[in-house]
């Protein structure tokens, strides 16, 4: 029953199921940008925060590990089957680590929330991609934004979530953590459940189903292919690699505010910490605004286009940071690092129609898979890169107010790599193109 | 009806975060009017 071929659509399915199916899976893995919330609750237990710390950075690399491995066998199992081995994985995880806070074992977090858990996050992240695309190859910008909105969705809804549960049990837990194990545990139910009717919701198109009334255009774009490009060639052309450094860098710019955001801004303008973490607040409202708006205009403007867009606007707005903390404009602070976290959106929401618009749309999910490897790099090196800087500054004696421009002329450096990478993007050799149709 | 309930489900989630989120962000509007370095 979780086969694909048990999952192709019925004639008169109606396709806008399908974006409800993603995104009511992509909003629960989602809840791993929301890990910080346990950390001071588990951080009671004896455990320190940089140990807790670990477990969302195991996460993260395995999301991209296994993303980039299982890749081929998600396109060849199907949405369904995949979406439940990843809520089998991350469910789990999340029931690991509350046994691993009851237990007191730091080990079996990691294991839990980190392995078990990274596993079913880049499962997931990946499994409805492909299927997405297929039904919305009219608008596939669009349709990619919105699974991957409901992702970036899911740090909104799981902290806020987590926070209430471990206020519910906090006075009624005999474990210690502070109501952590019991909020896991709910979570792990709640979670199952949505992603189970995601799973139960999700089709595939019949082969050779298009939208009623959209005709493949007859005169291709010169970056839009109609053929198909096998991941095992696609990861070796240097197209893949000039996407792999524009997430990258992409990526690596958007957490160089998000990463530092709430000291940041607390530095820069001497605001309060209750202002700080409503300045986190609007930027992960930003983040998620961004994906599915520039995923979407990017079906009008062309990928290479959008990205251009990024890039050149979020190095723009980067360097005016340091001229709007001198003019003491919080006002536009927020605004501008609010527009530079919509651009940072929008590059992981545009990215596998890109995909598909250089490698076809059989086995893109398999080629996102291995792309995704450069988030993985970017989340865990980047907060540390940036860290790392403002804190030699700052302990080289520049006023913490002025701490944060080097990172911020950094940001511009590495916008203007991936705006070269992007900018050397051509079409994939024909020598690459498969002849044979998936079945 | 499964179109509709499927969307108001994931609508009302979204909502949800995106109305905690606001919520929290409140104090930083208050700070921006009120506060000068």
Known sequence: ?439 | MKLLLSWLFVISALGWGVLKSVQKAAPLFQSSQTHSR
């Open chain 1, 1 to 439: 029953m979780f086969d694909r071929s048990h999952t192709i659509a019925p004639p008169g399915f109606n396709r806008w199921l399908v974006p409800p199916a993603a995104i009511a899976l992509q909003m629960c893995i989602g809840q791993v940008y929301g890990f910080s919330v346990f950390k001071k609750p588990l951080a009671t237990t004896g455990w320190t925060e940089s140990e807790i710390g670990i477990a969302y950075s195991i996460a993260l690399a395995l999301l991209g590990i296994s993303a980039a491995i299982f890749g081929k066998w998600v396109e060849k199992s199907g949405p369904r089957k995949t979406m439940v081995a990843s809520l089998l994985c991350f469910c789990s995880g999340l029931i690991l680590s509350a046994f691993a806070v009851r237990t007191h074992q730091l080990w079996l977090l990691y294991v839990g929330y980190g392995l078990i858990g990274g596993v079913g996050l880049g499962l997931g992240y990946i499994a409805p991609v492909s299927t997405l695309m297929r039904w919305f190859p009219d608008r596939p910008g669009m349709a990619t934004g919105m699974a991957i909105m409901g992702f970036g969705g899911g740090a909104l809804i799981g902290s806020p979530l987590a926070q209430e549960l471990m206020t519910h049990f906090k006075t009624t837990s005999t474990y210690p953590g502070q109501g952590a194990s019991e909020a896991l545990l709910t979570m792990a139910a709640l979670y199952a459940a949505s992603m189970a009717f995601g799973a139960w919701l999700i089709r595939v198109p019949p082969l050779g189903w298009h939208p009623q009334g959209w005709v493949p255009t007859l005169s291709p774009q010169k970056l839009v292919t109609t053929a198909n490009v096998s991941v095992d060639v696609a990861w070796k052309t240097p197209q893949f690699w000039l996407l792999w450094t524009v997430l990258c860098m992409n990526v690596t710019a958007g957490i160089g505010i998000l990463g530092q955001a709430s000291p940041m801004i607390q530095d820069m303008f001497n605001v309060t910490p209750a202002a700080a973490a409503g300045y986190v607040g609007l930027l992960s409202l930003c983040n998620l605004g961004g994906r599915f708006f520039w995923s979407s205009i990017s079906d009008l403007t062309g990928r290479k286009g959008i990205y251009f867009i990024y890039f050149i606007l979020g190095s723009t707005l980067y360097a005016s940071v340091p001229w709007i903390q001198h003019q003491n404009n919080v006002t536009l602070f927020v605004i501008v690092s609010g527009l530079i976290l919509t651009t940072y959106g929008g590059g992981f929401a545009t990215i596998p129609a890109y995909l598909r618009d250089l490698f076809g749309g059989q086995r893109v999910g398999a080629i996102h898979g291995r792309l995704i490897t450069a988030w993985s790099i970017a989340a865990i090196l980047g907060p540390q890169l940036v860290d790392r800087i403002s804190k030699s500054q700052k302990d080289a004696g520049v006023d913490p107010a002025l701490a944060y421009n080097s990172i911020f002329y950094l940001m511009v450096a590495l916008l203007i790599v991936g705006f070269t990478a992007n900018l050397l993007v051509r079409p994939v050799n024909p020598k690459h193109h498969l002849e044979d149709p998936l079945p």
